[in-house]
């Protein structure tokens, strides 16, 4: 089996091939491609016209959220939505390890995804962007009304990785302290056997 990138081919609305033409890629994903656009504007193309109403419906409910990308216009494989900035958080702690303000901002993204009432109460490090300010962008959210987690397991696992679970724990137990037995139980009954 080759590790190759096979090609593939979307047919695209007037309005999508408009934004392509001024558009300069950005990057590809596992779900599609991605092209910055001016005005601080992204179009991302999906592979799956399933996946791409899944995300839709999701930053539909996140409208009021500052943490999720504002929707400019939708077809039925592409998002125009707002331009996350800042640096991917795992590239943001290979540099500088997780400090206090860092491990605070995903505190509070983890508290406003119960508030928006997800049942996957997780994320990768990879779908956040940390902006000078410290506040974190998610720019792929997926899944967080169909399926259920009740810990944030992926990012933990990320964390430890990375070599920071201990600091993130740390920051949960003073900032966070009503969850703090729950997920350092479950995270290290994780990492230990590989069980939920």
Request: aromatic share 14%; charged share 30%; net charge positive.
């Amino acid at each position: 089996m080759s590790n190759k990138k096979c090609g593939y081919y979307i047919q695209l609305d007037d309005i999508a091939e408009k934004f392509l033409r001024i558009g300069q890629f950005l990057g590809e994903g596992h779900n599609g491609i991605v092209y910055l656009l001016p005005d601080d504007k992204v179009i991302k193309i999906f592979k799956d016209k399933k996946v791409c109403e899944s995300e839709f419906n999701i930053l539909k409910k996140t409208t009021k959220s500052k943490h999720f990308p504002q929707i400019y216009y939708h077809g039925s494989n592409y998002i125009v939505r707002s331009y996350a900035r800042g640096v991917r958080l795992d590239y943001y702690i290979k540099e500088n390890g997780l400090d206090y303000n860092a491990a605070y901002s995903i505190i509070e993204l983890l508290k406003e995804f119960k508030k928006l009432g997800f049942t996957k109460l997780d994320i990768r490090c990879k779908d956040l962007y940390l902006d000078e300010n410290f506040y974190l962008n998610v720019i792929d959210p997926k899944n967080n009304y169909s399926k259920h987690c009740i810990y944030p397991r992926h990012l933990m696992k990320g964390l430890n990785k990375l070599g920071v679970l201990g600091d993130f724990l740390d920051a949960v137990n003073s900032e966070y302290t009503e969850v703090y037995d729950d997920w350092s139980f479950r995270i290290k009954r994780y990492l230990k056997r590989g069980i939920k």
